[in-house]
């Protein structure tokens, strides 16, 4: 069976448990336990979660994945203390993910397979556009020879049946289509 890791924010954490259930018996499904946030907190936090020679990485961190699915970006655009800009500007969005390539691939082994999705829709208004956001992660990924998982366009279709009235969670609708989604990028890879 192989190692699949899922990277990301709370999207992650709602969708991960059906993925998990998806694809039992075929493949190990994991991620970590808390939040992974916005992109420059999930590279940062790399460190801890998975192996790394090194004094501070803990002895329990999670196995080597063969594959690798990730988002961040939610809280990226986020303008969380009305300073007219997205909490991570557009260029350090794409460092952050190019950096987060590059180490995933150190610690990872350099075959390990990387899938990177795009941010799903919200009905929060105070979001920078996502559209810029997504076309920054398709454009690293097509840089680095990476598979793109649209989740923003399987979920964009009904947004009032897919988000909850938080207006960022999925709701169970839109947990089922995002987790069919991920599981059938990583099967390609099984």
């Not at 709602?14 to 018996?25: D, S």
């Not at 075929?26 to 460190?47: H, I, K, M, Q």
């Not at 655009?77 to 500007?89: A, V």
């Amino acid at each position: 069976m192989k190692n699949v890791l899922l990277l990301g924010d709370s999207i992650r954490l709602l969708y991960q448990p059906v993925v998990r259930e998806k694809l039992a018996g075929r493949a190990d499904v994991y991620g970590p336990d808390e939040n992974g946030r916005w992109s420059g907190y999930t590279l940062n936090s790399l460190r801890f979660w998975l192996h790394m020679d090194s004094p501070w990485s803990p002895p329990d961190v999670l196995p080597t994945p063969d594959i690798v699915h990730w988002n961040n970006g939610i809280w990226d655009m986020g303008d969380d203390y009305g300073l007219g800009r997205p909490f991570t500007s557009p260029e350090e969005y794409v460092s952050a993910l190019e950096r987060t390539v590059t180490v995933l691939r150190k610690l990872c082994g350099e075959n390990v397979a990387i899938i990177m999705a795009t941010t799903t829709p919200t009905a929060d208004t105070d979001l920078a556009a996502p559209h810029e956001y997504n076309d920054l992660i398709k454009q690293v990924a097509a840089r680095n020879n990476l598979e793109v998982n649209d989740l923003f366009a399987a979920i964009a279709p009904d947004v009032a049946g897919n988000i909850r009235p938080d207006r960022i969670h999925l709701t169970e609708a839109g947990i089922a289509i995002a987790a069919a989604q991920v599981a059938a990028c990583i099967e390609k890879y099984l």
